[in-house]
């Protein structure tokens, strides 16, 4: 079985506390986003809660022990017992980058495996298996954009639709520690109704990424892009997540070719 896993920008980010489980409290809005990697699972002969695992695409750092993937893999296995599989992983989605690629590999791990083994596990505890592996990777048992709080396990579907705009993903190959991130950001309440502003046109959007004051400091080359995608004509442009990818909204589809040759650069 092979599936596409997505990723997501942020549609404002705000950070409204610090929880007493030493994660931050969030405010924001998920939109996901026709980029995928590509996850296959195949089961082999051999023990019960054998797994290998391969991968191509772009390098993965870290141990394989870490990866998503194998955590939810291992999660299941633990719970209901699973047969032994072969995993490969192609990675297209940039990691460190604010596109939550890795959760959602490990979301849509969860997916492929309840399906292919017939688990029946029921919606809200797949959200709470998601939320055992990551704080992003809940809103990716869902199939559409998400009014996301709590730690980001707290989602209510938001009805948007950009299909009609080209959006622009740029990620300038710098790699965002989320922990050093979260250091520079300020806590505190997101601004009232905030969130009305994403039914008007995004030409009318004024809503903010907390990161980017920080993480922009930080690396320049982030208000660079920004800069770019406003000359080339986009209506709106913030960075996702804690960084370092940056996106721009665009009523016309733009001409992307030669612009950021030193990037990862996709229209969607």
């Known amino acids: 079985m092979i599936v596409f896993p997505p990723c997501k920008i942020n549609l404002g980010l705000y950070i409204t506390g610090q929880r007493a489980d030493g994660f931050h409290a969030i405010s924001s809005v998920f939109y996901p ?3 995928c990697d590509a996850l296959e699972v195949v089961p082999m ?8 695992f391969s991968s191509s695409g772009l390098l ?7 990866n998503l993937v194998i955590r939810a893999y291992d999660l299941l296995h633990a719970i209901y017992g699973l047969p032994a599989v072969k995993i490969h992983l192609h990675k297209v989605i940039p990691m ?3 596109l939550g690629g890795g959760s959602s590999d490990g979301a849509w791990m969860l997916r492929i495996l309840n399906d292919l083994f017939q688990l029946h596990i029921p919606f809200e505890e797949r959200i709470r298996l998601a939320a ?3 704080s992003d990777c809940p809103f990716f048992i ?9 730690r980001g396990e707290v989602l209510i579907p938001f009805e948007l639709d950009l299909k009609s705009y080209s ?3 740029v990620n300038p190959g710098i790699h965002v520690s989320t922990a050093q991130a979260f250091q520079h950001v300020p806590v505190q309440p997101a601004p009232e109704n905030w969130k ?4 008007l046109s995004p030409e009318n959007w004024s809503v903010e990424n907390a990161f980017e004051k920080g993480v922009g400091a930080a690396h320049p080359e982030i208000q660079e892009v920004k800069n770019t995608l406003l000359q080339k004509g986009a209506v709106y442009v913030s960075m996702t997540g804690s960084g370092s990818s940056v996106y721009g909204i665009f009523k016309n589809k733009p001409a992307i070719d030669g612009i950021f040759p030193r990037y990862f650069s996709v229209l969607v």
């Open 33 to 35: 986003i026709p980029l």
């Open 60 to 66: 993965i750092p870290g141990k394989e022990s870490s």
């Open 45 to 52: 002969d051999g023990e019960d809660g054998t797994r290998i």
């Open 96 to 98: 460190g980058a604010g």
């Open 142 to 150: 869902y199939d559409g954009p998400c009014d996301v709080s709590g």
């Open 196 to 199: 009305a502003q994403l039914l």
């Open 167 to 169: 959006i622009w993903i």
């Open 132 to 134: 055992h592996l990551g």
